[in-house]
């Protein structure tokens, strides 16, 4: 089976500016979970989706959103972007969630200038 | 916040050698989960271990779960130069969701 796999892998914009940025989950998975890394804050949970539904969310801002379609795939979303967003953005997908093994994408960087 | 609490936060040795890292966390959980990411890049899972399995292998890893404790292990035998990155471990706090909470990691350095 192929891998997930995240676009882009590398982005740059500048404050203010908004972004997207796309998950395609292994085939059959049906759950996706954003995760954003930085050196600072380490692995930190954004939001987590099921068949279409947010099921769990983290502690960042209003400006961060995402969706997920019908055959699983997920988007997130950040609007006016800061300086501080600049961070590799991980997707993650299991079967259905936390007694699975989660497997994570190759990120994407996104440096914000 | 974190969940996991790796230790050592570096550790560095000679090829051949082994490395051990563990791993403590604060809540009650269905499984861990190891990961290596190396620099700036995505999560390779390596181990899922369940809260009621005590010892899992897979080729040259062996992964401890002491529940009592709270505590896991990860060691890397007859590691290689290729084994340099860092290494996570992550747990669900008992929920059924997707979340995963993380440790800091450790940066696993393995000289030739």
């Known amino acids: 089976k192929a891998g997930v796999t995240q676009t882009p892998r590398y982005l740059i914009k500048t404050r203010g500016q908004q972004v997207t940025l796309s998950c395609s989950p292994i085939s059959g998975h049906r759950s996706v979970s954003w995760y954003q890394q930085t050196p600072g804050q380490g692995l930190q949970f954004l939001f987590e989706?099921?068949?279409?539904?947010?099921?769990n969310k983290g502690n960042f801002p209003g400006r961060f959103s995402g969706r997920q379609f019908s055959n699983s795939r997920s988007e997130m979303n950040v609007s006016t972007l800061e300086l501080g967003d600049s961070a590799l953005y991980l997707c993650?997908?299991?079967?259905?969630?936390?007694?699975?093994?989660?497997?994570f994408g190759p990120g994407t960087r996104l440096t914000v200038l | 916040s974190q969940q996991g609490e790796e230790d050592p936060q570096a550790l560095s040795i000679q090829e051949g050698e082994n490395a051990t890292m563990n791993c403590s966390y604060k809540?009650?959980?269905?499984?861990l989960q190891w990961y290596r990411q190396n620099s700036g890049r995505g999560l390779v899972h390596l181990i899922l271990i369940r809260s009621n399995e005590r010892e899992k292998h897979s080729g040259r890893l062996r992964v401890t779960l002491d529940t009592s404790k709270k505590s896991s292990s990860l060691l890397i035998t007859a590691s290689r130069a290729a084994d340099t990155a860092s290494y996570f471990c992550a747990t669900d706090r008992g929920s059924t969701l997707g979340r995963l909470y993380f440790g800091r990691g450790t940066q696993l350095t393995v000289w030739p």
């Open positions: 989706y099921f068949s279409e539904t947010q099921r």
């Open positions: 809540t009650s959980i269905n499984n």
């Open positions: 993650a997908s299991s079967l259905e969630g936390g007694k699975d093994t989660q497997y």
